[in-house]
């Protein structure tokens, strides 16, 4: 009977140490399956809140094969919401609009468009269809209609500074840099600089898309642009984490590089 009893026992745990193995390599072909057919492009919205009335909006996609993600601002203020570029994509900007609406519950006053790139302004259509505001400069409004992105309305030329009940944005053009038409925006009560593409993260190693860069000048526009907000406490790059005024020194750094 005992040795009866051991052989069940044996034949039971060599039964359940197959059945063990063979599930968890089943779960495990089975991940290996979702993670190869994952998109690697994201497809959703993802927020980060920098203050209380100043948050991220990133915004995903490609260039030369390779995913990026793209840093856009949502500015609240007791009037609404000013958005600083639409999301990379007409869906993402989509999204953005209705997760502003869901998640602040305020109307979008007036959208700002920072140059003339599809990760800038892809989505202005949004913003048209509910009738919001674009402004860019000339140059910008000038640009975006010959590469078919949209219209915008060029006041920022002459009104450098936008208010919006209790915060305002200032507009500033440092000279043409990553872009011929690149521009900066200042939240005079937050210290915050939104100078998007400009300016590189510093974990950047190179500068990315120069197709309409001045590689030449650029490092003058940011030197413009450190000299004129000093007292920045968080820039806001147009890819890659936000930090301080050491991104606009790295940016530098890298210029000087690539000009040797």
């Given amino acids: 009977m005992i040795v009866k009893s051991n052989i069940f026992y044996l034949c039971f745990y060599v039964s359940f140490g197959f059945w063990f193995v063979h599930c968890q390599t089943a779960n495990q072909s089975s991940a290996d399956l979702v993670n190869e057919n994952t998109n690697?492009?994201?497809?959703?919205?993802?927020?980060?809140?920098?203050?209380?009335?100043?948050?991220?909006?990133?915004?995903?996609?490609?260039?030369?094969?390779?995913?990026?993600?793209?840093?856009?601002?949502?500015?609240?203020?007791?009037?609404?919401?000013?958005?600083?570029?639409?999301?990379?994509?007409?869906?993402?900007?989509?999204?953005?609009?209705?997760?502003?609406?869901?998640?602040?519950?305020?109307?979008?006053?007036?959208?700002?468009?920072?140059?003339?790139?599809?990760?800038?302004?892809?989505?202005?259509?949004?913003?048209?269809k509910r009738n919001i505001p674009v402004y860019s400069t000339n140059l910008t409004a000038k640009l975006a209609k010959e590469k078919g992105y949209g219209k915008t309305n060029p006041i920022l030329d002459i009104q450098t500074r936008l208010y919006a009940g209790n915060h305002s944005v200032e507009i500033f053009f440092p000279g043409h840099g990553h872009s011929p038409d690149n521009i900066v925006v200042w939240l005079p009560e937050t210290h915050i600089l939104f100078a998007g593409c400009l300016v590189k993260a510093i974990d950047a190693t190179d500068l990315g898309n120069v197709k309409d860069a001045n590689v030449v000048e650029w490092e003058n526009a940011v030197k413009r642009v450190l000299t004129r907000y000093p007292d920045a406490e968080v820039v806001v790059p147009g890819h890659g984490n936000w930090g301080k005024l050491e991104l606009l020194r790295h940016t530098i750094r890298l210029l000087v590089s690539s000009n040797h």
């Fill in 40 to 128: 690697p492009i994201k497809s959703s919205i993802e927020w980060m809140k920098i203050k209380e009335t100043v948050w991220i909006h990133k915004s995903f996609g490609s260039f030369q094969g390779k995913m990026y993600e793209s840093n856009g601002l949502v500015v609240l203020t007791n009037k609404g919401v000013v958005v600083i570029d639409t999301a990379w994509t007409e869906p993402q900007t989509e999204e953005l609009i209705l997760g502003i609406q869901s998640k602040f519950q305020k109307e979008i006053l007036f959208l700002i468009v920072t140059h003339a790139h599809d990760d800038r302004m892809a989505g202005v259509s949004q913003f048209h």
